[in-house]
């Protein structure tokens, strides 16, 4: 189980599979590397390298305060531990955020951003809504119904619903609230033209309350932007449709990263 050293002696646990290009998957807050499970066929193609943001599963927190940055340096730490120079990023809903500010602080050390349910701020109604909410359960600790409520909207399995539910009961409530405001307050808009590397999003056709960010996207982001919509699925796209996601993981990167290095 190895663990990288964050600089204030935080341990973040990171899981790597596979040889080739590397894609750093980032999660959601309280859903932790699990979430990534069914992407794991991926590492017969490339490596793969998930992680559990600190404060979530096996990594434990030191910070008084979780920030974007903090969050970013620990990315930057698990990628120096496995050896990389520059990584994919993969980021699923609010992880998304982190997958952007990471390639915007390090854009060196970056080869391409995924966002799935991605965004570049906080600004409908529903989403800011859906964080609200988030931080009002870990606020009050509702951890348990927290736990229950994610894992039953992912999956329909009863043995991965156990595993993400044990997953999100493991975060701790302070570091969770934290993150959520963070991600409530992020904002990438006004710098997406500094993003360096070609961006792939990939939304679910019934999760209408993003699909307006892909416009904003198209008109910052100076690189090639490349947007696929799986049918059939609303926000769950890593869980629910893993084997339409992973064909779409494998061509962009085959096709946008490997052929331009």
């Known amino acids: 189980m190895p663990f990288a050293n964050h600089p204030d002696t935080t341990n973040i646990y990171y899981e790597t599979y596979g040889e080739g290009t590397p894609i750093l998957f980032v ?144 975060t701790d409530p302070k570091v969770l609230r934290n993150m959520y405001n963070e991600g409530l307050h992020y904002v990438s808009t006004d710098r997406l033209d500094q993003l360096t590397v070609p961006l792939l999003l990939v939304y679910g056709e019934k999760d209408h309350y993003v699909h307006h960010y892909q416009d904003i996207f198209l008109d910052k982001v100076k690189t090639d932007v490349d947007i696929v919509y799986i049918s059939g699925v609303k926000h769950q796209v890593p869980t629910k449709k893993s084997m339409e996601l992973n064909r779409i993981i494998y061509n962009f990167v085959k096709r946008k990263v490997e052929k331009a290095s």
């Open 27 to 170: 999660h959601p807050p309280a859903m932790g590397h699990v979430t990534f499970k069914e992407q794991r066929p991926l590492a017969q193609h490339f490596q793969m390298i998930t992680v559990d943001l600190r404060g979530n599963g096996r990594s434990d927190n030191q910070a008084e305060k979780i920030t974007m940055k903090l969050i970013v340096e620990d990315l930057k730490a698990v990628v120096d531990a496995v050896g990389v120079e520059k990584v994919v990023l993969c980021g699923y809903s609010n992880g998304g955020s982190i997958a952007q500010e990471f390639a915007l602080t390090y854009p060196e050390r970056a080869l391409g951003v995924i966002l799935c349910g991605g965004f570049s701020e906080v600004t409908s109604f529903l989403l800011r809504n859906e964080f609200r909410l988030g931080i009002y359960a870990a606020q009050f600790k509702l951890m348990r119904l927290m736990s229950f409520a994610l894992a039953t909207a992912h999956t329909r399995s009863k043995l991965f619903q156990m595993e993400l539910e044990d997953y999100v009961k493991k």
